[in-house]
């Protein structure tokens, strides 16, 4: 089982997939990264599951259960920190 799953999660912003078809399962008690080259929709796959853009097409599941939106309180209580508006120093 895992903590956290995507299934073919797709995020568009406007007629350009930022996501397409994503899959990926975090395991409890495990650290995660997730690595990239620039544009390869790292922070666009975190802003998925924090529900800060909607995906287009997939599906995110917390514990088992599928996830629309996270409110701010429940993501915090669950792990979860958006950062928008956060810019580099």
């Known amino acids: 089982m895992s903590l956290l799953r995507l299934e073919n999660i797709s995020v568009r912003y406007r007629d350009v997939f930022a996501l397409r078809e994503v899959s990926l399962g975090i395991e409890e008690k495990l650290i995660t ?9 790292k922070s666009t796959a975190l802003r998925a599951i924090s ?8 599906s995110i599941y917390f514990e088992d259960r599928k996830i629309e939106r996270l409110s701010t309180k ?5 792990g979860f920190q958006p950062t928008s508006g956060w810019r580099w120093a």
Not at 74 to 78: A, H, I, M, Q, V
Request: net charge positive; with cysteine.
């Open 33 to 41: 990264s997730l690595v990239g080259a620039n544009g390869a929709g």
């Open 51 to 58: 529900g800060l853009v909607q995906c287009s097409r997939g």
């Open 74 to 78: 429940t993501g915090r209580l669950k």
